[in-house]
């Protein structure tokens, strides 16, 4: 079982930046997917961005020209770098994983809040 720890939430102001992080107890290099996923108060959880098989990125609509992922094997962690924050971007966001084409994992989250 892989464990995935984020880190880096918290609360700020709209039109700020936070960066998340993502460790993996496991190389990521193996990885089909590292991915964000977010879950706001009273709604589904939604994809935010990934990385597929160490090579393409993608985006959800909503923060493609704000939020940029990217990743370091050796240290095994991903990162997302969210610029331009606003209120629509309050949730706790989790980290995913998928290797072998089968399994999932996913962190236990950690929370952003943009709030003047």
């Known amino acids: 079982q892989v464990q995935l720890v984020e880190s880096g939430g918290g609360l700020v102001q709209p039109g700020e930046s936070l960066r998340l992080s993502c460790t993996a107890s496991?190389?990521?290099?193996?990885?089909?997917?590292m991915g964000w996923y977010r879950q706001a108060p009273g709604k589904e959880r939604e994809f935010v961005a990934a990385?597929?098989?160490?090579?393409?990125?993608k985006y959800a609509d909503s923060v493609e020209a704000r939020f940029t992922m990217s990743r370091d094997n050796a240290k095994n962690t991903v990162w997302l770098r969210m610029n331009s924050l606003n209120a629509e971007d309050t949730a706790v966001y989790y980290c995913?994983?998928?290797?072998?084409?089968?399994?999932?994992?996913w962190g236990q989250g950690t929370q952003v809040t943009v709030s003047s």
């Open positions: 990385i597929i098989r160490g090579a393409t990125t």
């Open positions: 995913y994983a998928k290797y072998y084409g089968v399994h999932e994992c």
């Open positions: 496991r190389s990521i290099f193996s990885a089909d997917v």
